[in-house]
């Protein structure tokens, strides 16, 4: 599973793409994985104003996961 971050995620976890072996069942349990690798990790992703796309869709927490998805986290959008 691909994991790509985003904007100031990207920034303030220091990585922008991260491969993962196994594969969680929700968006929502990956980002409990991810979460318990730090509590940077877990500040960052617990708060709930990021937002998750899955294979390029905007998706909810509760969207189901496959071994082959390609998941991003960003930040939520502002415009001018």
Same mark, same amino acid.
């Given at each position: 599973?691909?994991?790509?971050?985003?904007?100031?995620?990207?920034?303030?976890?220091? /990585? #922008?793409?991260?491969?993962?072996?196994?594969?969680? !069942? %929700? $968006?929502?349990?990956?980002? &409990?994985?991810? +979460?318990?690798?730090?509590?940077l990790w877990?500040?960052?992703?617990?708060?709930?104003?990021?937002? /998750? #796309?899955?294979?390029?869709?905007?998706?909810?927490? !509760? %969207? $189901?996961?496959?071994?082959? &998805?390609?998941? +991003?986290?960003?930040?939520?959008?502002?415009?001018?």
């Amino acid at each position: 599973m691909k994991i790509l971050f985003f904007g100031q995620l990207r920034e303030q976890l220091g /990585v #922008a793409e991260l491969l993962l072996s196994e594969t969680p !069942d %929700t $968006v929502h349990a990956l980002r &409990d994985v991810l +979460a318990s690798k730090g509590e940077l990790w877990q500040q960052y992703l617990s708060s709930g104003n990021i937002l /998750v #796309a899955v294979n390029q869709t905007i998706s909810d927490f !509760d %969207t $189901v996961l496959q071994a082959d &998805d390609e998941v +991003a986290f960003f930040p939520p959008v502002t415009g001018g």
